[in-house]
């Protein structure tokens, strides 16, 4: 790999990220000085080959590159479920025989500038010390190819990076099609669809239904602008229309929620809205509607977003009655939770955050402080503890990419296997695997896009539980569902647009 210096002559090519920001920091060596407020913390385990790892383990701060609040436990059980993977494919026999995977993970901190800066830490030279003003620098990090990072905002600017400096990017989460430019980001390939095709799917739902005047909502930032976009666009080629288009801030407050509900309900013939809005935002927007006591109004269909983690909409499951939602198919894997659900403070010690996570779920104290943490509890008796579901994914991101090292191994003679990794080899080869992954079958498109199916889950109220009805299943490869159970859905209130939208709609048609 090269050296960051040559960013420095380089970065012409790096229209889009943040360089110009990051070359103060570079030293005469190239090498990255020391950050104000930005850790050099890493977790390390090293073997013959070395995936970078890169996650968001702080939260975002807007004062710092790095805040001090831990993120929730998820995080780390993806963190853990990456160790648990690599030690699994080091017990193997049968994938990468005589051959250990080692990881360094690295924080991004849940922030842009934090991620590019990560990223320029695997494309410094390992070899230098710098000794030119006496400050230690940010540790250069060497590894054959990175997975992360988690949010696409933070992908794109490693991404970028990375296609300049040649290094194989491999994301277990994001999904933005702004990621599709396999141009631009040629070094980058993901186990996930661009969530083009989930709009592509959340529109074929709408077809199916002949739903042919739709309002749309979508987040604020790339997920939401883009998914909106490329609902927008298939509609259209379609020939449907859109009553109302609403971006949902970060910043709304309870009085925003309640108009964008007076504005859905301001076109009544639009009863059916789509939405690309992050949890938080479906949250609220709920709450509005039952508020205002809407909630036969309007029908529901929308992303991952929604459909994720339906206990979250407790105590508004008369709202939430009838939601059709397309996701990912991602589900916790046993066998690491019953390991991870076992640790304490003791066995999870080699990893330089576990405490700073359990310390903050069980509210106790590493350095007396106040309630010392007791280093023999498991961290599954925490009520904070569920199974993580996206753990699959980053296991998953781990075991392609050993798919594809084990496959470039074969033709490896030299003693210092890393030597025999050819970074446009290794992605080239990481793109042609396929193997039963967890909960899943892997494999990529051609332009590197997790090759995968989507859920249709109908959200419905069944003895006063919130259940999730599978009713559906739509394939990125063949662009359409292999099942659609249509007639299967239920909820509070179906609306079949059967004339066109300039006549009466008939109203109320539930299945
Ligand atoms: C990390 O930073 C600490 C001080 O914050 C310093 O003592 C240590 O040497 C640094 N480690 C590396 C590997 O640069
Ligand atoms: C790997 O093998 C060791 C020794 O048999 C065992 O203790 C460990 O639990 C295994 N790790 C995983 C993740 O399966
Ligand atoms: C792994 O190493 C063992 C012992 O050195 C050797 O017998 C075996 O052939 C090696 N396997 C592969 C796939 O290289
Ligand atoms: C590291 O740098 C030293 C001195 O510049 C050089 O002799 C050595 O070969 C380098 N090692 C590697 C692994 O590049
Ligand atoms: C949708 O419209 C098409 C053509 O107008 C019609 O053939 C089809 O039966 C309609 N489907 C439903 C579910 O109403
Ligand atoms: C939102 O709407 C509800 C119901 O109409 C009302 O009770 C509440 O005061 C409104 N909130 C704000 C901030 O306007
Ligand atoms: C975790 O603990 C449970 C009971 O406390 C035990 O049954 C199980 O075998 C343990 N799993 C592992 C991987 O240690
Ligand atoms: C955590 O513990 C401290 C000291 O025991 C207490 O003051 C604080 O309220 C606790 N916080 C939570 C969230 O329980
Ligand atoms: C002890 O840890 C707490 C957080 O767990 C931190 O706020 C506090 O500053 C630490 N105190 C010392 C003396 O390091
Ligand atoms: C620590 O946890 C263990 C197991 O839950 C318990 O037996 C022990 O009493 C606890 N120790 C302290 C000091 O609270
Ligand atoms: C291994 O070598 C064969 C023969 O040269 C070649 O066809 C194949 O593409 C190589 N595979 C990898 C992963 O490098
Ligand atoms: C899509 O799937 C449906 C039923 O699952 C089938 O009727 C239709 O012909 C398929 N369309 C295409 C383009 O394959």
Same mark, same amino acid.
């Given at each position: 790999?090269?050296? /960051?210096?040559?960013?420095?002559?380089?970065?012409?090519?790096?229209?889009?990220?943040?360089?110009?920001?990051?070359?103060?920091?570079?030293?005469?060596?190239?090498?990255?000085?020391?950050?104000?407020?930005?850790?050099?913390?890493?977790?390390?385990?090293?073997?013959?080959?070395?995936?970078?790892?890169?996650?968001? &383990?702080?939260?975002?701060?807007?004062?710092?590159?790095? %805040?001090?609040?831990?993120?929730? &436990? %998820?995080?780390?059980?993806?963190?853990?479920?990456?160790?648990?993977?690599?030690?699994?494919?080091?017990?193997?026999?049968?994938?990468?025989?005589?051959?250990?995977?080692?990881?360094?993970?690295?924080?991004?901190?849940?922030?842009?500038?934090?991620?590019?800066?990560?990223?320029?830490?695997?494309?410094?030279?390992?070899?230098?010390?710098?000794?030119?003003?006496?400050?230690?620098?940010?540790?250069? *990090?060497?590894?054959?190819?990175?997975?992360?990072?988690?949010?696409?905002?933070?992908?794109?600017?490693?991404?970028?990076?990375?296609?300049?400096?040649?290094?194989?990017?491999?994301?277990?989460?994001?999904?933005?099609?702004?990621?599709?430019?396999?141009? !631009?980001?040629?070094?980058?390939?993901?186990?996930?669809?661009?969530?083009?095709?989930?709009?592509?799917?959340?529109?074929?739902?709408?077809?199916?239904?002949?739903?042919?005047?739709?309002?749309?909502?979508?987040?604020?930032?790339?997920?939401?602008?883009?998914?909106?976009?490329?609902?927008?666009?298939?509609?259209?080629?379609?020939?449907?229309?859109?009553?109302?288009?609403?971006?949902?801030?970060?910043?709304?407050?309870?009085?925003?929620?309640?108009?964008?509900?007076?504005?859905?309900?301001?076109?009544?013939? /639009?009863?059916?809205?789509?939405?690309?809005?992050?949890?938080?935002?479906?949250?609220?927007?709920?709450?509005?509607?039952?508020?205002?006591?809407?909630?036969?109004?309007?029908?529901?269909?929308?992303?991952?977003?929604?459909?994720?983690?339906?206990?979250?909409?407790?105590?508004?499951?008369?709202?939430?009655?009838?939601?059709?939602?397309?996701?990912?198919?991602?589900?916790?894997?046993?066998?690491?939770?019953?390991?991870?659900?076992?640790?304490?403070?003791?066995?999870?010690?080699?990893?330089?955050?576990? %405490?700073?996570?359990?310390?903050?779920?069980?509210?106790?104290?590493?350095?007396?402080?106040?309630?010392?943490?007791?280093?023999?509890? !498991?961290?599954?008796?925490?009520?904070?503890?569920?199974?993580?579901?996206?753990?699959?994914?980053?296991?998953?991101?781990?075991?392609?990419? /050993?798919?594809?090292?084990?496959?470039?191994?074969?033709?490896?003679?030299?003693?210092?296997?890393?030597?025999?990794?050819?970074?446009? *080899?290794?992605?080239?080869?990481?793109?042609?695997?396929?193997?039963?992954?967890?909960?899943?079958?892997?494999?990529?498109?051609?332009? %590197?896009?997790?090759?995968?199916?989507?859920?249709?889950?109908?959200?419905?109220?069944?003895?006063?539980?919130?259940?999730?009805?599978?009713?559906?299943?739509?394939?990125?490869?063949?662009?359409?569902?292999?099942?659609?159970? !249509?007639?299967?859905?239920?909820?509070?209130?179906?609306?079949?647009? !059967?004339?066109?939208?300039?006549?009466?709609?008939?109203?109320?048609?539930?299945?």
């Amino acid at each position: 790999m090269e050296s /960051a210096r040559a960013i420095v002559t380089q970065h012409g090519l790096c229209v889009h990220c943040l360089l110009g920001l990051i070359l103060p920091l570079l030293s005469q060596a190239g090498e990255i000085l020391p950050v104000q407020g930005l850790p050099n913390t890493t977790f390390s385990i090293s073997g013959d080959l070395n995936i970078g790892v890169v996650m968001s &383990l702080h939260s975002y701060d807007k004062r710092s590159l790095c %805040g001090d609040v831990i993120r929730e &436990l %998820g995080a780390l059980q993806r963190l853990e479920s990456i160790v648990f993977a690599v030690e699994e494919i080091n017990n193997r026999s049968d994938l990468l025989p005589n051959v250990t995977l080692g990881f360094t993970v690295l924080d991004d901190c849940y922030n842009d500038l934090t991620a590019l800066v990560r990223a320029l830490q695997f494309v410094q030279k390992s070899n230098e010390t710098d000794v030119s003003d006496g400050q230690s620098s940010l540790p250069a *990090v060497s590894a054959v190819a990175v997975v992360g990072a988690e949010g696409s905002p933070r992908t794109l600017q490693m991404a970028d990076v990375f296609s300049v400096f040649r290094v194989p990017l491999l994301s277990y989460a994001s999904s933005s099609s702004q990621l599709d430019d396999k141009i !631009k980001f040629s070094y980058f390939s993901r186990i996930v669809p661009s969530d083009n095709m989930q709009a592509r799917a959340i529109v074929d739902i709408l077809l199916a239904f002949n739903w042919t005047y739709v309002s749309i909502l979508y987040a604020d930032g790339s997920y939401g602008t883009e998914g909106f976009r490329a609902i927008q666009d298939h509609l259209e080629r379609n020939g449907y229309c859109v009553a109302i288009t609403h971006m949902l801030k970060n910043t709304f407050q309870e009085r925003q929620y309640n108009e964008t509900i007076h504005k859905l309900l301001s076109k009544p013939q /639009a009863r059916v809205v789509v939405l690309f809005t992050t949890q938080a935002q479906a949250l609220e927007l709920f709450s509005a509607v039952n508020r205002m006591g809407v909630h036969d109004k309007f029908t529901w269909v929308g992303g991952d977003s929604i459909g994720m983690n339906p206990h979250i909409f407790a105590g508004l499951e008369h709202i939430v009655n009838g939601v059709i939602s397309v996701n990912f198919i991602s589900a916790p894997v046993e066998r690491f939770e019953d390991h991870f659900s076992n640790m304490t403070l003791k066995t999870g010690s080699r990893n330089p955050w576990f %405490g700073e996570f359990f310390a903050d779920i069980f509210n106790c104290s590493l350095n007396g402080s106040f309630k010392a943490c007791n280093d023999t509890v !498991k961290i599954g008796t925490s009520r904070e503890y569920k199974p993580e579901s996206t753990a699959s994914q980053s296991m998953n991101a781990i075991y392609a990419l /050993a798919h594809a090292l084990d496959e470039v191994m074969k033709n490896c003679s030299q003693p210092a296997v890393a030597d025999c990794v050819e970074p446009s *080899v290794l992605r080239d080869t990481l793109r042609k695997v396929s193997f039963q992954g967890e909960g899943l079958a892997i494999s990529f498109d051609n332009h %590197g896009n997790g090759q995968t199916s989507y859920d249709v889950r109908n959200m419905v109220v069944e003895n006063e539980v919130l259940v999730q009805n599978m009713v559906g299943n739509w394939d990125t490869a063949t662009g359409n569902f292999s099942y659609f159970n !249509k007639v299967s859905i239920n909820g509070n209130c179906f609306y079949f647009n !059967k004339v066109s939208i300039y006549g009466n709609l008939p109203y109320f048609n539930k299945v």
